[in-house]
C-alpha cells in the first residue's frame, strides 16, 4: 500500500493539533494532540517525556539538531505484514514495519512514498550477514521503482549513536549496507525483546539521500538485551 501525505492532509494535521483541549475527538487524534502540546513544552526529552500520554506510544526522532515527538496514530494490517504509522504535531509521517521505514513523507528533505522487500530475513536469522533486496519510490524527483541489493550484518555496539538512556551494549546491532549506492551513510538498528521476549527494534538510524539522515528510538525507553 503505498501511502503519500498531500498538502491537504498536513494541513488537517496541523488543524487538528491545534484543537482546543475540550475538544471531542478519536484516541489516534488526542495522540497528535499531546505531540503538538510536547514540541511546544521546554526542556530536554527526559523532561519532556513526563507529559507524554502513558496510554499512546511514542518516538523520539532526531533530526541534525532538531528532535522531534512523533505519536502512535495506528497499525495498518498489510498483507507482508503489520505497519506502524507515526505522526508528529509538524506534519511528519513515518511508516515502519519491524523497524524498517517503508515510508516517510518528512517536513523537508527527500521523502520515501513506498518501500517493499524481498529474501528479507528476520532479526534473529540474520547471523553474521545476510542479503536481501529492496524497491521503493522517491520523492521530490519522480524516481519510481529504484531497485537496490542490501547487505545486512551484525556489528559491535556504536559509540557515535543517538541512543538516550539505554546502554548501547545492552542491544545486539545490524549495520545495513547498500551494495555499490552512493546515496547516504549505512542504516544502523539496534534490536532489544519486548516483554513477551520477541525480537524488537528499540532504536535506528536511516538516510533517505545523501543529505537527509535521521534517528528515532522507541520512548520512553524500554527493552532488553537480544544478544
Not at 497499525?75 to 517503508?102: F, I, M
Not at 527494534?201 to 537480544?226: D, H, K, M, N, T
Request: glycine content about 8%; hydrophobic content about 40%; aromatic content about 10%.
Amino acid at each position: 500500500m503505498m501511502f503519500q501525505m498531500t498538502a491537504s492532509g498536513k494541513s488537517c494535521v496541523l488543524a487538528l493539533a491545534a484543537c482546543l483541549a475540550g475538544c471531542a475527538i478519536e484516541p489516534a487524534s488526542q495522540a497528535v494532540v499531546d505531540a503538538y502540546r510536547l514540541m511546544r513544552s521546554e526542556g530536554v526529552a527526559q523532561q519532556s517525556a513526563v507529559e507524554l500520554n502513558p496510554n499512546f506510544r511514542y518516538l523520539r526522532v532526531q533530526i541534525g539538531t532538531r528532535e522531534v515527538f512523533m505519536v502512535l496514530g495506528y497499525v495498518d494490517q498489510l498483507p507482508e505484514g503489520p505497519v506502524q504509522v507515526w505522526y508528529s504535531a509538524e506534519a511528519d509521517v513515518l511508516r515502519l514495519r519491524d523497524g524498517r521505514v517503508v515510508g516517510a513523507t518528512m517536513k523537508s528533505g527527500t521523502d520515501w512514498l513506498s518501500v517493499t522487500f524481498a529474501h528479507l530475513p528476520s532479526w534473529e536469522a540474520v547471523g553474521s550477514q545476510a542479503v536481501f533486496a529492496r524497491a521503493r519510490d522517491e520523492s521530490p524527483g519522480y524516481r519510481y521503482g529504484i531497485k537496490e541489493k542490501l547487505l545486512i550484518r551484525r556489528i559491535a555496539p556504536p559509540d557515535d549513536s543517538q541512543l538516550k538512556l539505554v546502554p548501547a551494549s545492552s542491544l545486539a546491532w545490524f549495520e545495513e549496507t547498500v551494495q555499490g549506492g552512493v546515496d547516504g551513510l549505512p542504516a544502523r538498528y539496534a534490536v532489544g525483546l519486548d516483554g513477551a521476549g520477541s525480537h524488537q527494534v528499540i532504536y535506528a538510524e536511516q538516510c533517505l539521500s545523501s543529505e537527509y539522515c535521521f534517528s528515532w528510538q522507541s520512548w520512553p525507553p524500554s527493552g532488553r538485551g537480544a544478544h
